[in-house]
């Protein structure tokens, strides 16, 4: 069972920044994805971004510009870096992991609220 422990989401001001982690174990080889996504009060989850075990990165619309993902393969550790922060960006952001078997697994969620 891959369990998936999310950090740093939290509290901050419009145009603020926020860096979420979150790592996988036990230790897998090779995840071929990991990425994040985010679901906001009364709406689906969506994608925010991806990177493969190759590097290549899928962001959604709102995210260019503003959200970098990268990975530490060694790790087991995904991160994303998010930049001018808006209001609608608050969300429950989850992490998630696409393994070679396509088995997929979520984390619990870390709330990222933007408000003045």
């Known amino acids: 069972q891959v369990q998936l422990v999310e950090s740093g989401g939290g509290s901050v001001h419009p145009g603020g920044s926020l860096r979420l982690s979150c790592t996988a174990s036990?230790?897998?080889?090779?995840?071929?994805?990991m990425g994040w996504y985010r679901q906001s009060p009364g709406k689906q989850r969506e994608l925010v971004a991806t990177i493969t075990n190759e590097g290549r990165t899928n962001l959604a619309d709102f995210a260019k510009g503003r959200f970098t993902i990268s990975r530490d393969k060694g790790a087991n550790t995904v991160v994303l870096h998010m930049d001018s922060l808006k209001p609608e960006d608050t969300a429950v952001y989850y992490c998630?992991?696409?393994?070679?078997?396509?088995?997929?697994?979520w984390g619990k969620g870390t709330l990222v609220t933007v408000s003045s």
């Open positions: 998630n992991v696409v393994l070679i078997s396509d088995a997929m697994y």
């Open positions: 036990p230790y897998i080889f090779s995840i071929p994805t």
